[in-house]
């Protein structure tokens, strides 16, 4: 298994937003977090990548132990996220969106801007064929040279992705894809995330929409009030009574 | 007029010099620096005070901004991280903190009394005009080598890096890049242009005291850039310069309003730049030059 959730737990007052969640994601896999609004799903995720500090438990992912890394450490680790709300680098262009993600740059080092200037170039030449290749293959070659600012939701979502490749991600959480996006686009990214997929990169995915998903994952998680109410194959797990509750439930509301 | 114009000119490019450093910081990289004058405040006292133990010129000025960076360091490594508006607070106590040192601490600075007789740039080679030019002449060859440096910067991998970090701090952490690292080095280059500007500035005017460095110029400076244009090197250019118009303008405002005695003259010129910076605020947002929206 790659990524462990191990009882992770976050309470504001006395309201336990997350409550002891456990759950694993093998190496490679394509899991789903599903759950009505208010459930726990971003808050979970941003325990997970470490953006929000955890009151108890741990993640561990490819066998370390994250729970007290930075965010930096968890994404330098191989775990990338993306966020709810796009937050592309608006002034910079999608092109330099990709490029900016790529680790390891000894450009962004003043030093070796000013006295290395040829290393710093043949890097540069490198990872701008890396980001070309990202940018065909996300369908982005006509917008590669905009302000990412200008694009629209669906785009912004692309390019977040695309981020998360440049960085060499072995495992990618996505924080509701398929939110404000048109059918088009949706079908065009899950296209992309099977695609990912197969070369062996493991997706965890929160997601609102629960018709898109399940036809993407194999496993769902499915949270209410801050718990784990059910897990399994989607099929199976949309079928459970309490899932079925949960979800109309909070829908009547 | 000639000397005025070339003593204008001087000022300006005094102001370039700050401005450069400012939009680094806040164009580029989003750091809401408002204690920019703290580091020219160094840059001049340092400056001041190493000549008047007789250390020559040719030392004492690097280390001028030398010292601007050796307070701009530790600054930014206690507080870089903190929300911007918070930054903002710090740098301007920063500033503030730094004056009422120069004020205080007499053995060091003579305080309120200030240091005079600073030796003029150039004196014993060149006297008059010949000297003012001489000083313009430098400040341009500094200000064209911080707009190189600029240029190479804003075209470099780190450039990129600190307009990402301006335009979405959250995004870059989750790349797994630390903006605080990015962050200090721009504050630290910004303050190293500020310390260089005080320290032209304190041998220039020959004189300089702690009331020379209030806040006042930092916000000058954040008018000249948001006239200017943020984020643009052109914009620290144009922007000092329609700021010293303004500030110098103005001063010929009592030949038209001969009815305002020469003490209010001091707040209507001031009243004046106020004035064009909310009509610049309402009418062009984006600065003379236009803003980073596009290179």
Known sequence: ?253 | MDAYLIAIAIITAIYVLLALGLNLQYGLTGIVNFGHVGFFCVGAYTTAILSEHGVPLVVSFPLAAVLAMAFAWPLGLVSIRLREDYFAIVSLGFSEVVRLVATSERWLTNGVQGIAGIPKLFAGWLTGPAQSYAVLGLLVAFNALAILAMLRIVRSPFGRMIEAIRDNEEAVKALGKDPAGFKIQVLVLGAALAGLAGAVYAHYIGYISPEQFLPLITFQIWMAIIMGGVGRISGALVGAGILMLFLEGSRFLRDVMPFISEVSMASVRLGVVGLALILFTMYRPQGLMGDFTRK
Do not use: C, W
Request: charged share 20%.
């Open chain 1, 1 to 253: 298994m790659t990524l462990a959730i191990q009882g992770l737990t976050k309470a504001y007052g006395g309201l336990h937003v997350v409550n002891d969640v456990r759950f694993e994601v093998p190496s490679g896999a394509l899991v789903g977090v599903i759950g009505p609004n208010g459930a726990g799903k971003s808050t979970l995720f941003s325990l997970i990548t470490g953006f929000l500090a955890a009151d108890a438990g741990d993640v561990s992912f490819e066998g370390r132990s994250l729970g007290r890394a930075s965010p930096m450490e968890r994404a330098r680790a191989g775990m990338v996220r993306t966020f709810q709300v796009p937050r592309e680098f608006s002034h910079l262009t999608v092109r330099e969106n990709l490029l900016a993600a790529a680790p390891g740059q000894s450009g962004e080092r003043l030093i070796d801007t000013f006295f290395r200037p040829g290393r710093v170039k043949a890097e540069e030449a490198a990872i701008a064929r890396e980001a070309a290749e990202t940018i065909d293959f996300l369908r982005l070659a006509k917008v590669a040279d905009v302000p990412a600012g200008r694009l629209s939701g669906g785009q912004k979502k692309l390019v977040e992705l695309g981020r998360a490749l440049m960085t060499g991600a072995r495992m990618i959480l996505l924080d509701e894809p398929f939110a404000g996006v048109n059918p088009v686009l949706i079908e065009e990214l899950s296209v992309r995330i099977r695609e990912l997929n197969g070369r062996g990169i493991g997706f965890l995915i929160i997601e609102h929409d629960l018709a898109a998903l399940n036809k993407l994952v194999s496993t769902l998680h499915v949270m209410d009030r801050g718990v784990l109410i059910a897990s399994g194959a989607p099929a199976e797990v949309l079928g459970n009574p309490r899932v079925r509750d949960a979800y109309l439930g909070g829908a009547a509301a």
